[in-house]
């Protein structure tokens, strides 16, 4: 199965093979004009891809990306228009091997990472240490993938709980801890708010990496059913130069997928579709890698049997309720 790192070398190997490209880069969109390799800002014409959500899909995956082709425009902008028209010519250049390329002496891409038809150019001009301009090219390329278990680099015997109703949040959060502890690549765990994410609430020290982080979000009730929400991140550490971006997105992108292999095998129905979003942020240190948007619909059968309630048959007005308010409120006062 293709994984993140082989596109960007097949997208990287596209670009190098053009005789009109002088420079290839991918990462956040504000490393565009600074080379990671040399330091420098790099030659133009330049290809630079910008990750975009990976949507989990029955059977594939599809990545999006940003294709950036760009050009230094002089600061009179008289060639504005032939740096519009040339970059234009090698967007279509990349669209064209990307969609037809079905041999080994082509790249044999379409075979590896069909690409979506209708892709959106968007014409850009923008000032950096120079002026640049040329085109943003949206484009999704959807590649097979295999939700097997069996792959997954944990614990043998590892499941998630065959729980067919929903008994408790804490249930759920414990499964996700156990299967971030069992997990041969990921080193810590956390759950909270987006805050704590570099600080071990044990340790009271940044946790170690890969770290894989829940963040609790909505929850809807539906008629039988519970649409549970989460964020759960999948980061590490960045060096400093970023020359290991692509390492870490690959690495932790491969984490997001093995969770929800495991999750959509097991009885906590996690909804197809998920959203896999990529991210850059400079913490105590720089990390990157995935926010994975979770949906997980629990049976639930809305029982008022199991309610710790008390009775309403005493039919309380609105001052007789509030008088036993009272009542408890004198009680905190006498502790």
């Given at each position: 199965?293709?994984?993140?790192?082989?596109?960007?070398?097949?997208?990287?190997?596209?670009?190098?093979?053009?005789?009109?490209?002088?420079?290839?880069?991918?990462?956040?969109?504000?490393?565009?004009?600074?080379?990671?390799?040399?330091?420098?800002?790099?030659?133009?014409?330049?290809?630079?891809?910008?990750?975009?959500?990976?949507?989990?899909?029955?059977?594939?995956?599809?990545?999006?990306?940003?294709?950036?082709?760009?050009?230094?425009?002089?600061?009179?902008l008289?060639?504005?228009?032939?740096?519009?028209?040339?970059?234009?010519?090698?967007?279509?250049?990349?669209?064209?091997?990307?969609?037809?390329?079905?041999?080994?002496?082509?790249?044999n891409?379409?075979?590896?990472?069909?690409?979506?038809?209708?892709?959106?150019?968007n014409?850009?001009?923008?000032?950096?240490?120079?002026?640049?301009?040329?085109?943003?090219?949206?484009?999704?390329?959807?590649?097979?993938?295999?939700?097997?278990?069996?792959?997954?680099?944990?614990?043998?015997?590892?499941?998630?709980?065959?729980?067919?109703?929903?008994?408790?949040?804490k249930?759920?959060?414990?499964?996700?801890?156990?299967?971030?502890?069992?997990?041969?690549?990921?080193?810590?765990?956390?759950?909270?708010?987006?805050?704590?994410?570099?600080?071990?609430?044990?340790?009271?020290?940044?946790?170690?990496?890969?770290?894989?982080?829940?963040?609790?979000?909505?929850?809807?009730?539906?008629?039988?059913?519970?649409?549970?929400?989460?964020?759960?991140?999948?980061?590490?550490?960045?060096?400093?130069?970023?020359?290991?971006?692509?390492?870490?997105?690959?690495d932790?992108?491969?984490?997001?997928?093995?969770?929800?292999?495991?999750?959509?095998?097991?009885?906590y129905?996690?909804?197809?579709?998920?959203?896999?979003?990529?991210?850059?942020?400079?913490?105590?240190?720089?990390?990157?890698?995935?926010?994975?948007?979770?949906?997980?619909?629990?049976?639930?059968?809305?029982?008022?049997?199991?309610?710790?309630?008390?009775?309403?048959?005493?039919?309380?007005?609105w001052?007789?309720?509030?008088?036993?308010?009272?009542?408890?409120?004198?009680?905190?006062?006498?502790?």
């Amino acid at each position: 199965m293709i994984n993140f790192k082989q596109i960007a070398s097949n997208l990287s190997l596209i670009a190098y093979n053009h005789p009109m490209i002088s420079s290839f880069g991918i990462g956040d969109i504000t490393q565009i004009t600074n080379d990671v390799i040399t330091k420098k800002e790099p030659k133009y014409v330049r290809m630079y891809v910008v990750p975009e959500t990976v949507e989990f899909n029955e059977n594939h995956q599809h990545y999006n990306f940003t294709i950036i082709i760009l050009d230094k425009v002089e600061e009179d902008l008289s060639n504005l228009e032939d740096v519009l028209s040339d970059t234009n010519e090698i967007a279509k250049d990349i669209w064209t091997i990307l969609y037809r390329s079905y041999t080994l002496c082509d790249g044999n891409f379409t075979q590896m990472m069909g690409a979506d038809y209708s892709p959106v150019l968007n014409p850009f001009t923008e000032r950096f240490e120079t002026i640049l301009a040329g085109w943003s090219m949206s484009v999704k390329l959807q590649v097979p993938f295999d939700y097997n278990d069996c792959v997954v680099p944990i614990e043998f015997g590892f499941g998630f709980q065959q729980d067919q109703s929903f008994t408790s949040y804490k249930v759920i959060v414990d499964d996700f801890r156990e299967f971030a502890n069992l997990h041969h690549q990921i080193d810590s765990f956390g759950f909270g708010d987006l805050k704590q994410l570099t600080n071990d609430i044990e340790t009271k020290k940044e946790p170690k990496y890969i770290r894989m982080y829940v963040i609790p979000s909505e929850i809807r009730f539906e008629p039988n059913h519970l649409h549970l929400t989460f964020d759960v991140i999948f980061c590490d550490k960045l060096e400093e130069d970023l020359s290991n971006q692509v390492n870490v997105l690959n690495d932790t992108l491969l984490c997001a997928q093995d969770f929800f292999s495991k999750l959509y095998l097991s009885e906590y129905e996690a909804d197809w579709n998920a959203n896999v979003i990529p991210f850059l942020e400079e913490y105590e240190t720089i990390l990157a890698g995935w926010n994975l948007q979770l949906n997980i619909i629990q049976k639930f059968d809305y029982n008022r049997c199991v309610l710790p309630e008390r009775s309403f048959c005493d039919g309380l007005t609105w001052e007789e309720v509030s008088d036993l308010w009272k009542d408890i409120t004198d009680e905190w006062e006498t502790i």
